[in-house]
Nanobody, 115 residues
């Protein structure tokens, strides 16, 4: 299993970024996918989850209405669209899959929100 995140960057408050996570090594379309983030000096927190069945997603309260998770099963890729960014969204963002009894992570991508 391999997960590779990309798209992190420096953004201004109120701006937008789209993160991508390219997956391989498992049947992507049949597994829920998750995005997590880890702010400096803090633990890794769940941002949201997208289902495999109907691509419905749920989110932590702090990002509801601003972030959207989507997936393209033909490209084995999950996305995190982040709008109305705030300085407190600054973190390393990771995608995650629970497969075969193990939790797999990518290397993360840095998002910094600052003016």
């Amino acid at each position: 299993v391999q997960l590779v995140e990309s798209g992190g960057d420096l953004a201004q408050p109120g701006g937008s970024l789209r993160l991508s996570c390219a997956a391989s090594g498992f049947t992507f379309s049949t597994y829920p996918m998750r995005w997590y983030r880890q702010a400096p000096g803090k633990g890794r927190d769940l941002v949201g989850t997208i289902s495999s069945a109907d691509s419905s997603a749920n989110y932590v309260d702090s990002v509801k209405g601003r972030f959207t998770i989507s997936r393209d099963n033909a490209k084995n890729t999950v996305y995190l669209q982040m709008n109305s960014l705030k300085p407190e969204d600054t973190a390393v963002y990771y995608c995650n899959v629970y497969y075969g009894g193990l939790s797999y992570w990518g290397q993360g991508t840095q998002v910094t929100v600052s003016s």
